[in-house]
């Protein structure tokens, strides 16, 4: 009997729970039911109440009523059934998932103005009528009546009106959602609108005056907006008080969060091209101010943003649609044993953040029942039957939110919004924050902007599979890049090995160099970079400068041309990896190692994820990374060294890790289109001109150390000779690209030469010839090694070719020295027998019209040169043990002579 009596407690149990998610299906029917019918019987009272105030003949229901409400409020009576049909019609349509949720403020703001309405009435009234008045259902009733009794007594008359005025102020902040210190901005920017129509604005020849931002709203429509865009996209829950994510006593971890990531405000003011872009305000009366001209070695001016970049539309998701999302998470939790309470949610462009509070459960220990609070790992573990019950195509859990006690479950929007490259710079957080490098990635799930700075990442590796929106993201970078900086503080170096991707961009005067497509000379250019870096730190030890802001604030006191940076993309790693693994992971390494203080900056980006591309040496130099949609855990790990990249949706959807954070940011990315390029890159080809004058050439090889680039043939010539420059025509205006090339070359035969070649170089010179024997004994090195140094000096110009004499190699001059187009010459056996003896010899010259004369090797002979010896052998002997000269005065035959 026990046993069955067990057996049927067990079924119990388990029927009580099978029944409850009928139970709660139940109940949410229910509230809406009784929302439904209490929405349609207060419209309906008060369409009987309106109608009873309009009719002159009542009956015994109806003059009640209206006498009732009329000796309560007096002439208020007729807002009753306005504030009646309202709360109505907004819990019916409500009901039915047709309208947003109204905030508290509106109510209390309707309230409020009502009072004070009404108060004022009866203040207006003789003290001695107004209890007259109020049961004859004039003035403000009852209750007006009654509070202007109370506040004159108390406050007197004056400060009667003051409190009535108070109330009436709050009551339109309220009902406006507005705060005091917004609304004198509105003042002052309607006055400032004003004034600016009124009084024509001061531009310089030439330049356009910068539009008002298009984010930014007219002050009478910014007053139907919430402050904020925390508060545009924040949902508090239906049947609770609004709950904000963040405590006001944050701790420092929320605090660092905060800092990283500014709540955005309404954008009020012009923006100002620039890298540094200050916030502008109006100057002067009705002034506003131009687009900046920045000077250098030519005055440039920024493009503008309305020009260049599109707006784009967004779409207004239903908050009522969130709420019910919201309760079916906390009911599906419930039902695999997880207790939580949903607290609300971010609305972002293209997920949402459901806040969920982990809540308690009861265990028996012992004799006693503990309360336990539930851990978060068995909220991350349910993703995919949160999916499931969502019918949503991924979920991922953020667990916590960093600086709040909460869980964070992102959940794909029904229908995702654009974020538009102007929107986000024309935002507050890219404006006000002074930034060297700055780059707008798109906005976060709670809306907000997320702006970075390059120069202090200092590098950042970007992956993801095709199509997840990576190649959209680099275009992003590079424009925010070309908007912000001129060629004199900012140079490019593009690697696409794809041909198709970063094209575009050929002819901006910001390039170095053509875009590199060739793999085999991706490896050069990153060489090339290794070696400007190098340049700069020898620069920068010259000047006792750390950095390149202190050694650019050095050259300006001294009048010299800063720096520019530079920054090298490489939009496909994996095919340079293939080309030259070693070479490539080697360059790549020492850059990012070394090239943040000197100005050089990497940005890396890959679609295939494998350790072989994205090597752990290579990842350990790059802590700002951004991930892309994968196809597997996997590939996730190897970008970001945790999982989650498998769960974002694609079409921009990224996550960032930044260097100073320790968590993810999920980010939808900023999207600019082929037309929004085309007309950048069109922009910077074409401005040509500053005023009428032709755009000189852009020259930064004195004080960068970068290759020159003319604009014309004629540009090397003589000063005397240089003829008169002419504007070019439309089609020949355009910048060469600098011979980089031939530099690479140039650095790669640098880079080659054996560690003795200066040795090498002393040697030769001392003895005026150089061997491989001589090499051998002087240095004590072997033949083969002896063999490459007079190869070098050879290719150096260091030494002649080999001629096969056994004196060896002539010396011509010191490295670098260019060498004649020399012809061979058969010299006259007859001519030359009396110099030379009866052995022919052969020499050089580059004359080509002196074969019949004589050669006289004393002319030729340098003036540093040792005495002629006539054996070979003992050339490195000291001076006086060498053998005797032939008597006579005979000299010997002459060596092959260089010149």
């Not at 540094?276 to 250098?296: A, D, W």
């Not at 967004?314 to 997880?338: P, S």
């Not at 993309?569 to 360059?587: C, Q, R, S």
């Not at 922009?683 to 004195?702: C, K």
Request: glycine share 8%; proline share 8%.
């Amino acid at each position: 009997m026990a046993s069955k009596s067990t057996r049927r407690k067990r079924s119990t149990r388990t029927s009580g729970q099978r029944r409850q998610p009928s139970s709660g299906v139940e109940t949410l029917a229910r509230s809406l039911l009784r929302a439904e019918v209490g929405g349609v019987l207060l419209a309906l009272l008060a369409v009987f109440t309106l109608l009873s105030l309009l009719t002159p003949t009542r009956g015994q229901l109806t003059g009640g009523w209206v006498d009732f409400l009329r000796s309560l409020f007096g002439w208020g009576a007729w807002g009753v059934p306005l504030v009646l049909g309202i709360w109505g019609l907004w819990m019916v349509i409500r009901a039915i998932d047709q309208m947003p949720d109204l905030p508290w403020q509106r109510p209390a703001g309707l309230a409020s103005l009502f009072i004070a309405w009404i108060t004022a009435v009866s203040l207006l009234v003789d003290p001695e009528l107004r209890t007259q008045m109020a049961q004859r259902g004039d003035a403000g009733g009852l209750v007006g009546k009654f509070l202007a009794d109370a506040l004159q007594q108390s406050i007197g008359t004056a400060g009667a009106w003051a409190f009535v005025s108070f109330l009436t102020v709050t009551g339109v902040f309220l009902l406006f959602d507005q705060r005091l210190m917004e609304a004198w901005q509105a003042l002052q920017e309607w006055s400032a609108h004003r004034e600016a129509h009124r009084t024509p604005t001061a531009t310089l020849p030439g330049q356009p005056v910068m539009p008002m931002p298009g984010g930014v709203l007219p002050w009478w429509k910014r007053l139907f907006v919430p402050s904020t865009a925390q508060e545009r996209t924040f949902v508090p829950p239906e049947e609770t008080p609004q709950v904000r994510p963040t405590s006001p006593s944050a701790s420092p971890s929320e605090a660092n969060y905060r800092e990283r990531n500014p709540a955005p405000k309404p954008a009020s003011a012009l923006r100002q091209s620039g890298p540094n872009l200050p916030l502008t305000k109006p100057i002067g009366e009705g002034e506003l101010r131009p687009p900046r001209i920045v000077g250098g070695a030519q005055e440039w001016k920024l493009p503008p943003l309305d020009a260049i970049l599109n707006n784009y539309d967004r779409i207004t998701d239903d908050d009522n649609h969130i709420r019910m999302q919201g309760r079916l998470i906390q009911e599906t939790l419930a039902l695999f044993g997880v207790p939580a309470d949903f607290e609300g949610a971010y609305k972002g462009p293209a997920v949402t953040q459901y806040l969920i509070k982990p809540g308690y459960v009861e265990r028996k220990v012992g004799a006693e029942v503990q309360r336990v609070k539930v851990k978060v790992s068995k909220i991350a573990a349910l993703a995919n039957d949160l999916a499931l019950a969502l019918a949503a195509p991924s979920v991922r859990i953020e667990a916590p939110i960093p600086g709040t006690n909460y869980v964070g479950i992102e959940v794909p929007n029904q229908a995702s919004n654009i974020v538009g490259l102007k929107e986000l710079m024309e935002s507050d957080a890219f404006i006000e924050k002074k930034r060297i490098l700055p780059i707008a990635l798109g906005e976060d799930v709670k809306g907000q902007p997320i702006i970075t700075d390059l120069a202090r990442m200092p590098h950042l590796l970007i992956a993801g599979a095709t199509g997840s929106g990576k190649s959209v993201c680099i275009n992003s970078i590079i424009a925010c890049l070309l908007l912000t900086h001129t060629p004199d503080t900012l140079r490019l170096l593009m690697i696409d090995p794809k041909m198709v991707e970063l094209s575009v961009y050929n002819g901006i005067p910001h390039l170095l160099s053509p875009v590199v497509t060739d793999v085999d000379k991706a490896a050069g250019v990153l060489f090339w970079t290794v070696k400007e870096m190098e340049r700069r730190y020898a620069l920068f030890s010259k000047a006792n400068a750390r950095d390149l802001v202190r050694y650019n604030a050095y050259l300006e006191k001294s009048g010299e041309k800063p720096l520019p940076y530079i920054v090298v993309i490489v939009d496909e790693m994996a095919d340079l990896m293939m080309a030259a693994p070693e070479e490539v992971e080697k360059h790549i390494c020492r850059l990012a190692q070394m090239a943040r203080a000197v100005g050089i900056h990497l940005i890396i980006a890959t679609q295939r994820p494998s350790v072989d591309v994205i090597t752990g040496l290579i990842k350990a130099n790059f802590p700002a990374r951004i991930a892309f949609a994968v196809s597997s855990q996997t590939d996730s790990r190897v970008i970001l060294d945790i999982p989650g990249a498998e769960r974002l949706l694609g079409r921009g959807d990224m996550l960032f890790m930044a260097p100073d954070a320790s968590k993810l940011e999920r980010i939808q990315g900023a999207m600019v289109t082929d037309e929004e390029i085309g007309r950048l890159v069109n922009y910077w080809r074409r401005i040509r001109t500053l005023e009428g004058a032709p755009l000189q050439s852009l020259d930064l090889s004195e004080a960068a150390g970068l290759p020159e680039i003319t604009s014309s043939p004629s540009a090397s010539a003589s000063p005397s000779t240089k003829p008169e420059q002419k504007p070019p025509a439309d089609s020949e205006r355009r910048f060469d690209q600098p011979p980089l090339f031939e530099q690479i070359d140039q650095l790669r035969a640098v880079e080659a030469r054996d560690e003795l070649f200066d040795l090498a170089v002393a040697i030769v010179r001392e003895h005026g010839r150089g061997s491989v024997n001589l090499l051998q004994r002087k240095l004590r090195i072997g033949y083969t090694r002896a063999s490459r140094l007079i190869e070098q000096l050879h290719e150096a110009g260091v030494l002649g070719p080999d001629l096969g004499s056994a004196r060896g190699r002539a010396y011509l001059g010191e490295p670098g020295n260019a060498r004649s187009s020399f012809r061979y010459i058969d010299a006259d056996a007859q001519n030359n027998a009396a110099a030379q003896g009866e052995r022919g010899e052969r020499r050089w010259d580059d004359e080509a019209d002196d074969d019949d004369e004589p050669f006289d090797a004393d002319a030729h002979r340098p003036d540093d040169a040792p005495p002629w010896d006539d054996d070979p052998d003992d050339a490195d002997e000291p001076a006086d043990e060498r053998k005797a000269k032939p008597a006579g005065g005979q000299k010997p035959a002459p060596p092959t002579i260089w010149f």
